[in-house]
T-cell receptor, first 110, second 114 residues
Framework: GDSVTQTEGQVALSEEDFLTIHCNYS??????LFWYVQYPGEGPQFLFR???DKEKGSSRGFEATYNKEATSFHLQKASVQESDSAVYYC?????????WGSGTKLIIKP | DMKVTQMPRYLIKRMGENVLLECGQD?????MYWYRQDPGLGLQLIYI???????SEGDIPKGYRVSRKKREHFSLILDSAKTNQTSVYFC?????????????FGPGTRLLVL
């Protein structure tokens, strides 16, 4: 079946560092891909989506590019801030459901 | 203001008691979802509802049932709760269309079954 893999369970960075969180998927065709962010004590929030090869999604300084060949949708941000501390989830649409990755916790070091 | 609400936010029950979790949305979304989230396991889909009285099992439906009698309201019922149903439960909603499929989540209900 369809699946999403996030290889990093946790990423620790200092403020102003460059962020990459890796997301790879397994699915046929061109499934819509999503990034969500979850802050402590809250529900996941939609960041952005992409549904075509080479399409870039972006929001709040985060971005990711749909790469069909590599089956990837890696999340990046040029300069992280303390307020970016959260868990980030990659997901893909399969039928009427979202298939979720396991999440990556971003820790900003003091 | 687009919003998904969940009640109650916190709940403590004893094993064997019945549990009712309620979810509402004001966006006229056709589709609504119930998830549970446990540490290290991410989000697991319990049930999906495509509209009033049109519900389907998700990945982990055992021990749960749902009810949707109005488009804006979706309930999750645990008959005779078990300790392994202690978790955080999230409700979400979305439109059904292919390019309108962003899910909007509520704040969650933290359930403790003793």
């Amino acid at each position: 079946g369809d699946s999403v893999t996030q290889t990093e369970g946790q990423v620790a960075l200092s403020e102003e560092d460059f962020l990459t969180i890796h997301c790879n998927y397994s699915a046929s065709g061109y499934p819509a891909l999503f990034w969500y962010v979850q802050y402590p004590g809250e529900g996941p929030q939609f960041l952005f989506r992409a549904s075509r090869d080479k399409e870039k999604g972006s929001s709040r300084g985060f971005e990711a590019t749909y790469n069909k060949e590599a089956t990837s949708f890696h999340l990046q941000k040029a300069s992280v801030q303390e307020s970016d501390s959260a868990v980030y989830y990659c997901a893909l649409r399969s039928n009427y459901q979202l298939i979720w990755g396991s999440g990556t916790k971003l820790i900003i070091k003091p | 203001d687009m919003k998904v609400t969940q009640m109650p936010r916190y709940l403590i029950k004893r094993m064997g008691e019945n549990v009712l979790l309620e979810c509402g949305q004001d966006m006229s979304h056709e589709t609504m979802y119930w998830y549970r989230q446990d540490p290290g396991l991410g989000l697991q889909l319990i049930y999906i509802s495509y509209d009033v009285d049109s519900n389907s099992e998700g990945d982990i439906p055992k021990g749960y049932r749902v009810s949707r009698k109005k488009r804006e309201h979706f309930s999750l019922i645990l008959d005779s709760a078990k300790t392994n149903q202690t978790s955080v439960y999230f409700c979400a909603s979305s439109f059904l269309g292919v390019n309108q499929d962003t899910q909007y989540f509520g704040p969650g209900t933290r359930l403790l079954v003793l």
